[in-house]
């Protein structure tokens, strides 16, 4: 079975609107932590947002947010404010175990590839 | 602060030869990873290294080996390379609050 799944093969979004980039994910490990990655077409991998299984509240880094359901397993990033510089590939993973010790493994998504429209 | 470096951008070599690539964490990042990319298989772990211990393992041939100094920085050597060995080779340190760091990747392709 997939760990990371992101259903969303590829996205439309106008300048300036928001979008929701879905992620949902499998474990049984009640220690995890999910991350979100943009990779434009340059081909570097851009740390966006990170969630920890345990953190009471939803991540948020200026115009990016986690909307994180733990019970659903899902791990939705929002992008508010499109611009056309968030043109890319998105990249969902997750890490098994707690943070620290030899926990630095990640299981990656198939990505998303989100187009913003001027 | 300077990100995560990686030497060299691009590699062409041929079938049969060796190739080694080269990362620099993050200051203060002790723990350096190593992820292939390729267009069908996407992302896949292939290690980590921990204060120049190898401390987990991906599922790929004993062709791919790595190590680290003891200054953090690390690199990965693969060899007999074959012609699906071509990918974009990504390191990425981390701190031990576990957010992972990329650097740029270096682009492999082999003839």
């Not at chain 1, 590829?10 to 949902?24: H, I, R, S």
């Not at chain 1, 359901?69 to 990249?91: C, T």
């Not at chain 2, 990873?33 to 896949?44: A, C, D, I, R, V």
């Not at chain 2, 012609?83 to 682009?107: P, V």
Request: proline share 3%; charged share 15%; with cysteine.
């Amino acid at each position: 079975a997939q760990k990371i799944t992101q259903t969303q093969p590829g996205m439309f979004v106008q300048e300036k609107e928001a979008v929701t980039l879905d992620c949902t994910y499998d474990t049984s490990d009640p220690s995890y932590g999910l991350f979100w990655y943009k990779q434009p077409s340059s081909g570097e991998m851009i740390f966006l947002i990170y969630q920890g299984s345990y953190d009471q509240q939803n991540a948020t880094e200026g115009r990016y947010s986690l909307n994180f359901q733990k019970a659903r397993k899902s791990a939705n990033l929002v992008i508010s404010a499109s611009q056309l510089g968030d043109s890319a590939m998105y990249f969902c993973a997750m890490r098994e175990g707690r943070s620290g010790g030899s926990n630095y493994k990640l299981t990656f998504g198939k990505g998303t590839l989100l187009t913003v429209n001027p | 602060k300077a990100g995560v470096t990686q030497t060299p951008r691009y590699l062409i070599k041929t079938r049969g030869q060796q190739v080694t690539l080269s990362c620099s964490p993050i200051s203060g990042h002790r723990s350096v990873s190593w992820y292939q990319q390729t267009p069908g298989q996407g992302l896949q772990f292939l290690f980590e290294y921990f204060s120049e211990t190898q401390r987990n393992k991906g599922n790929f041939p004993g062709r791919f080996s790595g190590r680290q100094f003891s200054n953090s920085r690390s690199e990965m050597n693969v060899s007999t390379l074959e012609l699906g060995d071509s990918a974009l080779y990504l390191c990425a340190s981390s701190n031990d609050r576990g957010s992972l760091h990329f650097g740029n990747g270096t682009r492999l392709t082999v003839t």
